[in-house]
């Protein structure tokens, strides 16, 4: 209240909220700094990050946005925008800043590779979906979201539901006997469907032998 300008006060303010995940209170006085001609990479990532945990997508973009003219090439930008584009379904500009994120990036790879299956399942690119979420296991085999997308991409991609049957059992059996799997929405879902496609599979043998 004494200083009401001073930058130095207020910067180090909104850098005590954002560490603490007061987002509403993060958002204020960086918004406050930039009011008052503050304007670095630090400050729009943060603020970014604090409207992106508020589900404020966007906003959360703006700023991203801005804090990639400090840094051009920045894969971690370019990931974090191609997830908030896929939250909005601004499926070309999620392409883009996917691809962007795989081409600047170091190995590993896999959450980006991840995010661009996500983006091409979106727009119902098979294709291009079981092409990236196959390179994101590639660099991790462990990467459960990306397994559990190949099983979903496989069930609208492949015609041999035998196939995709085989991927969501091993899904299935990989993570059962995990210590949260009662809880696992994932989890709950691949064995709904396991049910599902060993029905659709007998009626389909029944009938042929008809």
């Known amino acids: 209240e004494s200083y009401p300008t001073n930058v130095e006060i207020i910067g180090t303010l909104a850098q005590s909220y954002y560490y603490k995940g007061w987002n509403e209170e993060t958002i204020t006085w960086f918004e406050k700094l930039i009011s008052l001609g503050q304007n670095t990479q630090f400050i729009?990532?943060?603020l970014g990050n604090a409207y992106y945990k508020d589900r404020m997508y966007e906003l959360a973009i703006?700023?991203?946005?801005?804090?990639?003219?400090?840094s051009p090439e920045d894969a971690h930008l370019h990931a974090t925008l191609a997830r908030?584009?896929?939250?909005?379904?601004?499926?070309?500009?999620?392409?883009?800043h996917g691809l962007f994120a795989i081409l600047y990036k170091d190995q590993p790879l896999d959450e980006e590779y991840y995010t661009l299956s996500r983006t091409y399942e979106m727009?119902?690119?098979?294709?291009?979906?079981m092409k990236y979420v196959n390179h994101s296991l590639k660099e991790n085999p462990d990467n459960k979201n990306a397994e559990y997308t190949r099983a979903i991409v496989?069930?609208?991609?492949?015609?041999?539901k035998r196939a995709v049957l085989k991927l969501y059992e091993d899904f299935v059996k990989k993570y059962d006997s995990s210590k949260y799997a009662k809880y696992d929405p994932t989890l709950k879902l691949a064995?709904?469907?396991?049910?599902?496609?060993n029905r659709e599979i007998f009626m389909a043998d029944d009938s042929e032998e008809e």
């Open 123 to 129: 727009k119902k690119d098979w294709a291009n979906a």
């Open 154 to 160: 496989a069930d609208n991609y492949y015609e041999d």
């Open 62 to 70: 703006k700023n991203y946005l801005e804090a990639l003219k400090f």
């Open 191 to 197: 064995k709904e469907r396991v049910t599902s496609l």
């Open 44 to 46: 729009r990532e943060k």
């Open 84 to 96: 908030l584009y896929n939250y909005i379904e601004d499926l070309k500009a999620a392409e883009m």
